[in-house]
């Protein structure tokens, strides 16, 4: 890439790290002559909100609300073009040479063929289902990671309540974390008597390692909704029941339906302590107890990087990938080639906000020859849903989501009001809806509203360190000169101090 080329950023993985740092990419204030050709690559067609596929299940939420279109999203972003695709293998020219030499980059090779040159990659591909090779879960289990296996589940959870009333269907829930749990109160209120739900937890109680609050109102809520919970059991394989011959005659053309077969009780072999083994019987079984980085498939995707022993890529305190001068990785496929600087970040959405700040931040810096600023994450605190009844959660988190909208295309100031007046009224909301048993009553905000506006909300917490901590890079905050702007309030760096933002 010579010195007066247009940059080319390709972002592998569309979900909240690569398409936030697609969109912080193109809010930051660039010199006429760098800025820079976005290109985000997905397998999918749509972007998936996954704090919101519980409300599929529910009700709560329309297909189109959980997951829009992506050139939908992308629509006004004039730099930045979506291609879908899967990615087969990945060609580096990088190796540690100079950040400026012209021959740096890299190809990117589609499974249909296509190639994508580029002169700086992000690797954003998240997170997969883990089976951890048990006989049987892969085949016949449900995962819920993404929209795909929602819309599954739900077509399962419509058919159990199409059955006719009479004995309720057996619903096993794998995994006691925040999916397994807020998975096994949305099944079970929606079926209610018509299915009888369990929670398979391979420890000693649901949401280890959670505030025991969380734990206590949890377990609470899952006693009131009958949710069995089963502790210490580790599932040992999961077969298809064998039905008994019927005595009526089957025509040897009609075929089974996958449907149909799916539709077949499943036996859940579990394994208790003292080498104890239980067999649990299913009519549908919802795995959730646990996930790896997709970067884990290095070996199948071809990735010529290195990765740590759960697969993820070995990165920087940058978050660039070792070894390399123009590759950053970040969410569920980044790791910290020291491990303790990993050991207590979890592998959660606003993890993949801030990293994305950071990773949009330091390609700029990277670009316009500025030293990079190392991540440092802070802990916001965490959320769950127990059910439509606390539904108002979702509602007041999309009022604040489509207040913060307008950060970035208005004044400085007027977010930070805006921010201010939102988090009031999402605090008023949610503590008038624990205290009063959730009456409150919200309007349903349009599609997409929800899923699009949700890229500003980490523009607070910009605003919010940068008036708090300082800058560990001279002149970070400070636009250079000659940068042309692009009608939307400067954006800073994380840490910068106070002394360096704009007045107003």
């Known amino acids: 890439m010579s010195s007066n080329a247009t940059p080319r950023i390709c972002i592998l993985g569309g979900g909240f790290g690569g398409l936030y740092t697609a969109v912080r990419l193109e809010s930051l204030m660039w010199p006429h002559s760098r800025r820079p050709q976005i290109t985000l690559i997905d397998q999918n067609?749509?972007?998936?909100?996954?704090?919101?596929?519980?409300?599929?299940?529910?009700?709560?939420?329309?297909?189109?609300?959980?997951?829009?279109?992506f050139s939908d999203l992308l629509a006004s972003m004039t730099s930045t073009s979506f291609v879908q695709g899967s990615v087969d293998s990945v060609h580096s020219d990088d190796s540690m040479g100079s950040v400026n030499s012209s021959n740096a980059g890299g190809t990117i090779t589609l499974v249909d063929g296509q190639q994508l040159q580029y002169d700086w990659l992000v690797l954003a591909l998240g997170s997969s289902t883990s089976f951890f090779g048990i006989p049987g879960v892969k085949e016949l289990a449900l995962p819920f990671n993404d929209f795909k296996d929602a819309m599954r589940v739900l077509r399962r959870v419509e058919e159990i309540e199409a059955r006719p009333p009479g004995v309720p269907a057996d619903v096993v829930v794998v995994g006691a974390g925040y999916a397994g749990v807020e998975l096994a109160t949305t099944v079970a209120e929606r079926l209610g008597n018509r299915a009888a739900v369990?929670?398979?937890?391979?420890?000693?109680?649901?949401?280890?390692?959670?505030?025991?609050?969380?734990?206590?109102?949890?377990?609470?809520?899952?006693?009131?909704?009958?949710?069995?919970?089963?502790?210490?059991?580790?599932?040992?394989?999961?077969?298809?029941?064998?039905?008994?011959p019927s005595t009526a005659k089957t025509s040897?053309?009609?075929?089974?339906?996958?449907a149909a077969a799916a539709a077949a009780k499943q036996q859940v072999h579990i394994k208790l302590p003292s080498n104890s083994k239980s067999t649990v019987h299913a009519d549908m079984v919802l795995w959730t107890a646990g996930s790896s980085p997709a970067s884990h498939a290095a070996r199948k995707l071809k990735l010529p990087?290195?990765?740590?022993?759960?697969?993820?890529?070995?990165?920087?305190?940058?978050l660039r990938v070792v070894q390399q001068q123009r590759v950053f990785a970040l969410g569920d496929v980044a790791g910290s080639e020291v491990e303790a600087q990993t050991a207590n970040i979890p592998p959660t959405a606003q993890v993949a906000f801030q990293q994305a700040d950071y990773v949009a931040w330091n390609l700029w810096s990277s670009i316009n020859a500025r030293p990079l600023l190392p991540f440092?994450?802070?802990h916001l605190g965490d959320m769950m849903s127990l059910g439509a009844a606390p539904r108002c959660h979702c509602y007041?988190?999309?009022?604040?989501?489509?207040?913060?909208?307008?950060?970035?295309?208005?004044?400085?100031?007027?977010p930070l009001v805006t921010t201010l007046w939102s988090c009031t009224v999402l605090s008023s909301l949610l503590l008038h809806s624990m205290s009063k048993g959730f009456p409150v009553e919200a309007q349903r905000l349009g599609p997409r509203a929800c899923c699009k506006s949700a890229l500003s909300v980490p523009s607070f917490l910009w605003w919010f360190r940068a008036r708090e901590w300082r800058c560990d890079t001279p002149g970070?905050?400070?636009?250079?000169?000659?940068?042309?702007?692009?009608?939307?309030?400067?954006?800073?760096?994380?840490?910068?101090?106070?002394?360096?933002?704009p007045a107003g």
Not at 45 to 69: M, Q, S, T
Not at 209 to 236: C, E, F, Y
Not at 476 to 488: H, I
Request: aromatic letters at 4%.
């Open 476 to 501: 970070a905050g400070v636009a250079p000169a000659g940068e042309q702007s692009s009608g939307r309030s400067p954006q800073f760096p994380p840490g910068c101090s106070r002394h360096q933002l």
């Open 376 to 378: 440092k994450y802070q």
């Open 45 to 69: 067609e749509r972007f998936v909100f996954k704090p919101l596929l519980y409300e599929l299940i529910n009700g709560g939420a329309k297909p189109e609300e959980v997951a829009p279109l």
């Open 252 to 258: 040897t053309s009609q075929r089974v339906h996958p």
């Open 198 to 244: 369990q929670l398979v937890s391979a420890g000693g109680d649901i949401l280890e390692g959670m505030p025991p609050g969380q734990v206590k109102v949890a377990r609470k809520m899952l006693q009131d909704l009958h949710i069995k919970i089963v502790t210490n059991a580790m599932v040992s394989s999961i077969r298809q029941e064998h039905h008994q």
């Open 305 to 318: 990087f290195k990765t740590n022993k759960q697969g993820a890529l070995l990165t920087d305190r940058n």
């Open 396 to 414: 007041a988190a999309t009022l604040l989501i489509l207040a913060l909208q307008c950060i970035c295309k208005l004044p400085s100031i007027i």
